[in-house]
Protein backbone atom coordinates (compact mmCIF):
# COMPACT_ATOMS: atom_id res chain seq x y z
CA UNK A 1 0.00 0.00 0.00
CA UNK A 2 1.49 3.42 -0.48
CA UNK A 3 0.46 7.15 -1.68
CA UNK A 4 -2.97 8.10 -1.68
CA UNK A 5 -3.95 4.25 -0.62
CA UNK A 6 -2.20 4.79 2.99
CA UNK A 7 -3.29 8.13 3.37
CA UNK A 8 -6.91 7.03 3.02
CA UNK A 9 -6.05 4.09 4.91
CA UNK A 10 -4.92 6.71 7.52
CA UNK A 11 -7.85 9.03 7.62
CA UNK A 12 -10.18 6.07 7.92
CA UNK A 13 -8.27 4.37 11.25
CA UNK A 14 -8.23 7.81 12.44
CA UNK A 15 -12.40 8.30 11.90
CA UNK A 16 -12.84 4.90 13.29
CA UNK A 17 -10.98 5.66 16.63
CA UNK A 18 -12.32 9.36 16.70
CA UNK A 19 -16.00 7.48 16.79
CA UNK A 20 -15.14 5.19 19.73
CA UNK A 21 -13.41 7.93 21.83
CA UNK A 22 -16.70 10.32 21.21
CA UNK A 23 -19.13 7.38 21.18
CA UNK A 24 -20.90 7.99 24.74
CA UNK A 25 -19.87 11.68 24.98
CA UNK A 26 -22.07 12.12 22.63
CA UNK A 27 -24.86 10.10 22.23
CA UNK A 28 -27.98 9.85 24.32
CA UNK A 29 -26.94 9.54 27.95
CA UNK A 30 -28.52 6.57 29.48
CA UNK A 31 -26.57 4.60 26.50
CA UNK A 32 -24.43 1.48 27.79
CA UNK A 33 -22.94 -1.65 26.90
CA UNK A 34 -24.23 -4.30 27.24
CA UNK A 35 -22.19 -6.67 30.12
CA UNK A 36 -21.52 -9.58 27.87
CA UNK A 37 -19.44 -6.73 25.91
CA UNK A 38 -17.61 -5.35 28.87
CA UNK A 39 -16.75 -8.78 29.81
CA UNK A 40 -14.90 -9.20 26.59
CA UNK A 41 -13.38 -6.08 26.46
CA UNK A 42 -11.49 -7.38 29.48
CA UNK A 43 -9.86 -9.99 26.37
CA UNK A 44 -9.28 -7.56 23.64
CA UNK A 45 -5.75 -6.51 24.62
CA UNK A 46 -4.37 -9.91 25.25
CA UNK A 47 -6.14 -11.70 22.37
CA UNK A 48 -5.49 -9.12 19.37
CA UNK A 49 -1.48 -8.26 21.21
CA UNK A 50 -0.87 -12.10 21.31
CA UNK A 51 -2.17 -12.30 17.23
CA UNK A 52 -0.38 -9.15 16.35
CA UNK A 53 3.44 -10.71 17.67
CA UNK A 54 3.12 -14.12 17.27
CA UNK A 55 3.31 -14.19 13.72
CA UNK A 56 5.97 -11.64 13.52
CA UNK A 57 8.10 -13.42 15.98
CA UNK A 58 8.56 -15.99 13.27
CA UNK A 59 8.67 -13.81 10.07
CA UNK A 60 12.02 -14.37 8.41
CA UNK A 61 14.37 -11.70 9.58
CA UNK A 62 18.27 -11.29 7.67
CA UNK A 63 20.03 -12.92 10.70
CA UNK A 64 20.22 -17.31 10.76
CA UNK A 65 22.11 -19.11 13.26
CA UNK A 66 22.20 -22.46 11.52
CA UNK A 67 18.31 -23.40 11.06
CA UNK A 68 17.21 -21.26 13.96
CA UNK A 69 16.67 -17.36 12.65
CA UNK A 70 18.23 -14.41 14.95
CA UNK A 71 15.06 -13.31 15.70
CA UNK A 72 13.77 -16.11 17.90
CA UNK A 73 16.10 -16.38 20.82
CA UNK A 74 16.20 -12.53 20.76
CA UNK A 75 12.37 -13.12 21.55
CA UNK A 76 12.74 -15.60 23.74
CA UNK A 77 14.90 -13.11 26.00
CA UNK A 78 12.44 -10.05 25.44
CA UNK A 79 9.78 -12.28 26.83
CA UNK A 80 11.25 -13.20 29.79
CA UNK A 81 12.32 -9.37 30.41
CA UNK A 82 8.92 -8.26 29.66
CA UNK A 83 7.39 -10.28 31.73
CA UNK A 84 10.03 -9.77 34.90
CA UNK A 85 10.22 -6.33 34.57
CA UNK A 86 7.01 -5.16 33.19
CA UNK A 87 9.53 -2.36 31.33
CA UNK A 88 8.90 -1.54 27.54
CA UNK A 89 12.53 0.39 27.44
CA UNK A 90 13.97 -2.96 29.25
CA UNK A 91 12.27 -5.12 26.88
CA UNK A 92 13.74 -3.21 23.82
CA UNK A 93 16.81 -2.63 25.00
CA UNK A 94 17.67 -6.43 25.74
CA UNK A 95 15.52 -7.32 22.69
CA UNK A 96 17.33 -5.16 20.43
CA UNK A 97 21.03 -6.50 22.14
CA UNK A 98 20.89 -10.06 21.77
CA UNK A 99 19.58 -9.19 18.37
CA UNK A 100 22.60 -7.21 17.35
CA UNK A 101 24.88 -9.23 19.56
CA UNK A 102 23.87 -12.70 17.58
CA UNK A 103 24.25 -10.73 14.18
CA UNK A 104 27.47 -9.91 14.84
CA UNK A 105 28.67 -13.28 16.14
CA UNK A 106 27.07 -14.91 12.80
CA UNK A 107 28.65 -12.20 10.17
CA UNK A 108 31.86 -13.03 12.63
CA UNK A 109 31.58 -17.15 12.10
CA UNK A 110 30.41 -16.68 8.69
CA UNK B 1 -31.73 15.80 34.27
CA UNK B 2 -29.60 14.86 37.23
CA UNK B 3 -30.79 12.04 40.09
CA UNK B 4 -27.33 13.01 42.32
CA UNK B 5 -28.10 16.79 44.00
CA UNK B 6 -24.45 16.78 44.86
CA UNK B 7 -23.10 16.27 41.38
CA UNK B 8 -26.06 18.75 40.34
CA UNK B 9 -24.68 21.60 42.84
CA UNK B 10 -21.14 21.07 41.68
CA UNK B 11 -22.09 21.03 37.88
CA UNK B 12 -23.07 24.97 38.79
CA UNK B 13 -20.01 25.67 39.72
CA UNK B 14 -17.77 24.71 36.78
CA UNK B 15 -16.07 27.89 35.68
CA UNK B 16 -17.04 29.58 32.40
CA UNK B 17 -13.43 31.14 31.82
CA UNK B 18 -9.80 29.15 31.44
CA UNK B 19 -8.91 27.40 34.84
CA UNK B 20 -4.87 27.86 34.61
CA UNK B 21 -5.02 25.73 38.50
CA UNK B 22 -6.78 22.80 36.60
CA UNK B 23 -5.04 22.61 33.75
CA UNK B 24 -1.91 22.70 35.74
CA UNK B 25 -2.95 20.16 38.24
CA UNK B 26 -2.98 18.24 35.12
CA UNK B 27 0.28 19.03 33.46
CA UNK B 28 1.82 17.65 37.00
CA UNK B 29 -0.29 14.61 36.95
CA UNK B 30 1.10 13.83 33.38
CA UNK B 31 4.62 14.87 34.06
CA UNK B 32 5.67 11.28 35.35
CA UNK B 33 4.31 9.46 32.20
CA UNK B 34 6.45 11.39 29.89
CA UNK B 35 9.48 9.13 30.13
CA UNK B 36 7.56 6.62 29.24
CA UNK B 37 5.88 7.68 26.20
CA UNK B 38 8.88 9.74 24.25
CA UNK B 39 10.87 6.63 23.57
CA UNK B 40 7.31 4.77 22.64
CA UNK B 41 6.53 7.61 19.90
CA UNK B 42 10.06 7.76 18.84
CA UNK B 43 9.94 3.95 18.15
CA UNK B 44 6.53 4.30 16.63
CA UNK B 45 8.16 6.89 13.93
CA UNK B 46 11.58 4.64 13.46
CA UNK B 47 9.08 1.34 12.69
CA UNK B 48 6.83 3.40 10.32
CA UNK B 49 10.09 4.58 8.08
CA UNK B 50 11.67 0.51 8.57
CA UNK B 51 8.21 -0.42 7.70
CA UNK B 52 8.71 1.56 4.21
CA UNK B 53 7.12 4.76 5.15
CA UNK B 54 7.92 8.26 3.85
CA UNK B 55 8.61 10.39 7.26
CA UNK B 56 5.66 12.68 6.33
CA UNK B 57 3.16 9.56 5.93
CA UNK B 58 4.68 8.75 9.31
CA UNK B 59 4.01 12.29 11.10
CA UNK B 60 -0.04 12.06 9.16
CA UNK B 61 -0.52 9.02 10.25
CA UNK B 62 0.36 10.08 14.20
CA UNK B 63 -2.11 13.06 13.74
CA UNK B 64 -4.64 11.51 12.52
CA UNK B 65 -4.86 8.37 14.53
CA UNK B 66 -3.56 9.25 17.34
CA UNK B 67 -3.37 6.12 18.83
CA UNK B 68 0.06 4.09 19.97
CA UNK B 69 -1.16 0.52 19.91
CA UNK B 70 -3.44 0.83 16.98
CA UNK B 71 -0.38 2.47 15.09
CA UNK B 72 2.34 -0.18 15.97
CA UNK B 73 -0.04 -2.81 14.91
CA UNK B 74 -1.37 -0.84 11.29
CA UNK B 75 2.91 -0.41 10.67
CA UNK B 76 3.23 -4.26 12.06
CA UNK B 77 0.55 -5.17 9.42
CA UNK B 78 1.21 -3.55 6.10
CA UNK B 79 4.83 -4.48 6.73
CA UNK B 80 3.16 -8.21 6.23
CA UNK B 81 1.14 -6.89 2.90
CA UNK B 82 -2.23 -6.98 5.20
CA UNK B 83 -4.98 -5.26 3.55
CA UNK B 84 -6.91 -2.06 4.06
CA UNK B 85 -10.01 -3.93 5.60
CA UNK B 86 -8.18 -6.40 8.33
CA UNK B 87 -5.66 -3.08 9.24
CA UNK B 88 -9.15 -0.93 9.72
CA UNK B 89 -10.35 -4.06 11.83
CA UNK B 90 -7.26 -4.34 14.41
CA UNK B 91 -7.75 -0.54 14.61
CA UNK B 92 -11.74 -0.69 16.01
CA UNK B 93 -10.26 -3.89 18.32
CA UNK B 94 -7.61 -2.50 19.40
CA UNK B 95 -9.25 0.97 20.55
CA UNK B 96 -12.12 -0.68 21.46
CA UNK B 97 -11.71 0.55 24.97
CA UNK B 98 -11.63 4.08 24.41
CA UNK B 99 -15.35 3.54 24.10
CA UNK B 100 -15.45 2.09 27.40
CA UNK B 101 -13.39 5.25 28.34
CA UNK B 102 -15.72 7.57 26.85
CA UNK B 103 -18.87 5.82 28.85
CA UNK B 104 -16.97 6.05 32.24
CA UNK B 105 -16.28 9.81 31.52
CA UNK B 106 -19.45 11.06 30.18
CA UNK B 107 -21.57 12.00 33.32
CA UNK B 108 -18.67 14.30 33.88
CA UNK B 109 -18.56 16.16 30.47
CA UNK B 110 -21.83 16.06 29.22
CA UNK B 111 -22.68 19.66 30.42
CA UNK B 112 -19.93 20.49 27.71
CA UNK B 113 -20.70 21.68 24.13
CA UNK B 114 -20.99 18.80 21.93
CA UNK B 115 -18.00 20.76 20.14
CA UNK B 116 -15.97 20.76 22.98
CA UNK B 117 -17.00 17.46 23.77
CA UNK B 118 -15.48 16.05 20.36
CA UNK B 119 -12.65 18.33 20.73
CA UNK B 120 -11.56 16.60 24.30
CA UNK B 121 -12.35 12.73 22.52
CA UNK B 122 -9.71 13.15 20.12
CA UNK B 123 -7.20 13.64 22.78
CA UNK B 124 -8.58 10.82 24.64
CA UNK B 125 -5.53 8.36 25.77
CA UNK B 126 -5.20 5.39 28.37
CA UNK B 127 -3.54 8.50 30.83
CA UNK B 128 -5.88 10.91 30.27
CA UNK B 129 -8.59 8.78 31.25
CA UNK B 130 -6.89 7.13 34.44
CA UNK B 131 -6.03 10.60 35.58
CA UNK B 132 -9.31 12.00 35.01
CA UNK B 133 -12.13 9.62 35.98
CA UNK B 134 -9.51 9.94 39.36
CA UNK B 135 -9.79 13.35 40.10
CA UNK B 136 -13.08 13.93 38.86
CA UNK B 137 -14.46 11.09 41.54
CA UNK B 138 -12.33 13.05 44.44
CA UNK B 139 -12.77 16.40 43.47
CA UNK B 140 -16.38 17.31 42.43
CA UNK B 141 -15.24 20.95 41.57
CA UNK B 142 -12.21 20.57 39.38
CA UNK B 143 -12.85 22.52 36.45
CA UNK B 144 -13.14 19.20 34.06
CA UNK B 145 -12.61 20.57 30.47
CA UNK B 146 -8.98 22.28 31.76
CA UNK B 147 -7.63 19.32 33.98
CA UNK B 148 -8.45 16.80 31.07
CA UNK B 149 -6.69 19.29 28.77
CA UNK B 150 -3.74 19.68 31.00
CA UNK B 151 -3.30 15.96 30.61
CA UNK B 152 -4.16 15.06 27.19
CA UNK B 153 -2.27 18.19 25.48
CA UNK B 154 1.27 18.21 26.57
CA UNK B 155 0.88 13.79 25.62
CA UNK B 156 -0.66 15.02 22.46
CA UNK B 157 2.41 17.47 21.73
CA UNK B 158 4.94 15.11 23.02
CA UNK B 159 3.54 12.05 20.70
CA UNK B 160 3.47 14.23 17.72
CA UNK B 161 7.23 15.60 18.30
CA UNK B 162 8.47 11.68 19.45
CA UNK B 163 6.90 9.83 16.32
CA UNK B 164 8.35 13.10 13.72
CA UNK B 165 11.77 12.70 15.01
CA UNK B 166 11.88 8.95 15.22
CA UNK B 167 11.16 9.11 11.30
CA UNK B 168 13.15 11.11 10.51
CA UNK B 169 16.26 10.02 12.47
CA UNK B 170 14.57 6.25 11.58
CA UNK B 171 15.33 7.06 7.93
CA UNK B 172 18.70 7.77 8.19
CA UNK B 173 19.27 4.29 9.89
CA UNK B 174 20.76 1.46 7.87
CA UNK B 175 18.76 -1.29 7.62
CA UNK B 176 21.58 -3.66 9.04
CA UNK B 177 20.42 -2.15 12.47
CA UNK B 178 17.33 -4.10 11.58
CA UNK B 179 15.12 -1.92 13.70
CA UNK B 180 11.74 -3.14 12.66
CA UNK B 181 12.17 -5.41 15.26
CA UNK B 182 11.64 -3.11 17.44
CA UNK B 183 8.09 -3.20 16.24
CA UNK B 184 7.08 -7.23 17.80
CA UNK B 185 9.03 -6.45 20.69
CA UNK B 186 7.02 -3.20 21.50
CA UNK B 187 3.92 -5.69 21.52
CA UNK B 188 6.01 -7.95 23.94
CA UNK B 189 6.61 -5.06 26.14
CA UNK B 190 2.78 -4.29 25.78
CA UNK B 191 1.23 -8.07 26.26
CA UNK B 192 2.78 -8.85 29.66
CA UNK B 193 1.11 -6.02 31.72
CA UNK B 194 -2.39 -7.07 29.82
CA UNK B 195 -2.03 -11.03 30.68
CA UNK B 196 -3.11 -10.65 34.49
CA UNK B 197 -5.17 -13.22 35.66
CA UNK B 198 -5.68 -17.10 33.56
CA UNK B 199 -8.06 -16.60 31.68
CA UNK B 200 -6.57 -13.46 29.91
CA UNK B 201 -3.48 -16.18 29.83
CA UNK B 202 -5.59 -18.17 27.73
CA UNK B 203 -6.91 -15.42 25.54
CA UNK B 204 -3.08 -14.62 24.89
CA UNK B 205 -2.11 -18.26 24.02
CA UNK B 206 -5.19 -19.16 21.96
CA UNK B 207 -4.65 -15.65 20.14
CA UNK B 208 -1.30 -15.89 19.28
CA UNK B 209 -1.09 -19.48 18.85
CA UNK B 210 -4.15 -19.32 15.89
CA UNK B 211 -2.54 -16.26 14.78
CA UNK B 212 0.82 -17.89 13.86
CA UNK B 213 -1.21 -21.62 12.51
CA UNK B 214 -3.38 -19.23 10.24
CA UNK B 215 -1.35 -16.73 9.03
CA UNK B 216 -1.26 -18.25 5.60
CA UNK B 217 -4.60 -16.76 5.08
CA UNK B 218 -5.14 -14.06 2.50
CA UNK B 219 -5.36 -9.90 3.72
CA UNK B 220 -4.15 -11.19 7.31
CA UNK B 221 -7.88 -12.34 7.57
CA UNK B 222 -6.36 -14.94 10.30
CA UNK B 223 -5.56 -12.25 12.97
CA UNK B 224 -9.28 -11.72 13.09
CA UNK B 225 -10.16 -15.07 13.70
CA UNK B 226 -7.76 -15.47 16.15
CA UNK B 227 -8.52 -12.71 18.02
CA UNK B 228 -12.09 -12.71 18.67
CA UNK B 229 -11.27 -17.08 19.59
CA UNK B 230 -8.77 -15.95 22.01
CA UNK B 231 -11.59 -13.07 23.06
CA UNK B 232 -14.13 -15.56 23.38
CA UNK B 233 -11.83 -18.27 25.04
CA UNK B 234 -11.01 -15.77 27.89
CA UNK B 235 -14.37 -14.90 28.47
CA UNK B 236 -15.88 -18.89 28.78
CA UNK B 237 -12.73 -19.42 30.86
CA UNK B 238 -13.67 -16.84 33.07
CA UNK B 239 -14.89 -18.31 37.03
CA UNK B 240 -13.31 -21.85 35.65
CA UNK B 241 -10.02 -21.01 35.60
CA UNK B 242 -9.91 -18.79 38.76
CA UNK B 243 -10.57 -15.23 36.80
CA UNK B 244 -12.37 -11.81 37.74
CA UNK B 245 -16.14 -12.48 38.45
CA UNK B 246 -18.24 -10.86 35.82
CA UNK B 247 -19.81 -8.81 38.26
CA UNK B 248 -16.86 -7.36 39.78
CA UNK B 249 -15.19 -6.26 36.03
CA UNK B 250 -18.26 -5.21 35.23
CA UNK B 251 -17.80 -2.54 37.96
CA UNK B 252 -14.57 -2.13 37.11
CA UNK B 253 -15.43 -0.85 33.91
CA UNK B 254 -17.73 1.38 35.65
CA UNK B 255 -15.24 2.75 37.60
CA UNK B 256 -12.21 3.40 35.80
CA UNK B 257 -9.33 1.34 35.55
CA UNK B 258 -7.60 -0.39 38.35
CA UNK B 259 -3.95 -0.04 39.26
CA UNK B 260 -1.79 -3.09 37.77
CA UNK B 261 -2.13 -5.82 39.84
CA UNK B 262 0.85 -8.14 40.38
CA UNK B 263 0.47 -11.41 38.71
CA UNK B 264 -1.57 -14.12 40.60
CA UNK B 265 -0.09 -17.54 40.15
Known amino acids: MSGAALWALFATMGIVTLALRASFLLLPERTTLP?????????????????????????????????????????????????RTRSVLATLTTGMGVLWTLSLLATRAG | MDSDPRLAAAESHQPEGFSRAAFLAGLRDTAPMMLGIAPFAMITGVSAVAAGMRPIEAIGMSVLVFAGSSQLA???????????????????????????????????LRRLRPATRAGLAYAMTDQAYAFSVLRFRREAAMPRRDYFLGV?????????????????????????????FAIPLMFLALLAPAVRDRPSLAAALVGGSLALALRGLPFNLGLIVAALAGIAVGVASEGRLGGERPAASEDAARQGPKPQQPVQR
Open chain 1, 35 to 83: PLVRRALAYVPPAVLAAIVTPALFAPGEVTLGLVDARLPAALVAILVAW
Open chain 2, 74 to 108: AIALLAQGAGFAVIVFTTFMINLRMAMYSASLARW
Open chain 2, 152 to 180: ALPLWILWQIGTAAGAILGAQVPAGWQLD
